[in-house]
């Protein structure tokens, strides 16, 4: 009789103990995921970052369905098993897998940010050329004339970052006083272009003039000399006249 009742008490636990393992069933993959490949899988991801902000959502939402799921506790036939070791942990690698994903978005974010300011710096380095020639004046003057067309694509560079820090900020994830101070200093390279432009505009201008007055005062110094000499050669001739004359 007490065999009786055993067996049928560990029947009795059989259908929860069945259910108990089908539940974390599909949380095996999660469990399982290393998440130093994980990384490095995503560092080499090249997809857009609004995709990989799609896959942070996918692991935040499954993090919220796993807590909503997955029980503290659960009773298998005459026993109690814990369960909060075992749910926190398919929690947290949710939310580290997602942060992983998050610092991967910033990380895109930065090297935009960082290509397009690299590119104004290389512009403010051609207007910054020594102007020790007329020719180095109309070389810049020329670069500057050219501008326009450069600048129409960075600012398309710009509108693309800041569509990409409003992909970052709406993941609701501070980002770090780095990347905050890098993505405002990039947008304002516009504006300390526009002042480089306008100082080598006037330098450009009044080097012009200054190598316009010394044109004119080499070419009179050279009708001066060229004038003495002719003086110079004429005034021989005069003296010996009159002796051949005699």
């Known amino acids: ?34 998440e130093a490949a994980f990384a490095e899988k995503y560092e080499a991801d090249e997809r857009h ?15 919220r369905e796993a807590a909503h799921r997955l029980p503290l506790s659960t009773r298998l036939g005459l026993f109690q098993v814990d369960c909060s070791q075992l749910r926190r942990f398919v929690l947290d690698r949710h939310a580290r897998l997602a942060e992983i994903i998050r610092k ?8 935009q940010g960082n290509a397009i300011s690299r590119q ?12 020790s020639t007329i020719e180095d004046v109309a070389e810049v003057e020329e670069y500057i004339a050219n501008l326009p067309a450069e600048l129409a694509d960075l600012a398309e560079q710009l509108a693309e970052l800041r569509r990409s ?15 905050f101070k890098a993505f405002y200093s990039t947008l304002a390279w516009p504006m300390r272009l526009l002042e480089h432009e306008e100082k080598v505009r006037e330098a450009a201008a009044a080097r012009r003039v200054e190598c316009g007055e010394a044109q004119l005062a080499e070419q009179a110094a050279y009708a001066k000399t060229l004038e003495r000499l002719e003086k110079a050669c004429h005034c021989p001739r005069m003296a010996a006249q009159p002796a051949l004359e005699g």
């Open 49 to 63: 970052i609004s995709e990989l902000v799609n896959d942070v959502r996918k692991h935040e939402a499954q993090g």
């Open 1 to 34: 009789e007490q065999l009786a009742r055993l067996v049928a008490a560990l029947d009795h636990g059989v259908a929860p103990a069945a259910r108990y393992l089908k539940l974390f069933d599909e949380y095996l993959g999660i469990v399982r995921t290393d």
């Open 165 to 179: 820090n409003e992909i970052v900020e709406g993941l609701e994830s501070p980002a770090a006083d780095d990347d």
């Open 120 to 131: 104004y710096q290389e512009i403010v380095r051609q207007l910054l050329r020594p102007l």
């Open 104 to 111: 991967r978005i910033a990380k895109a974010v930065r090297a």
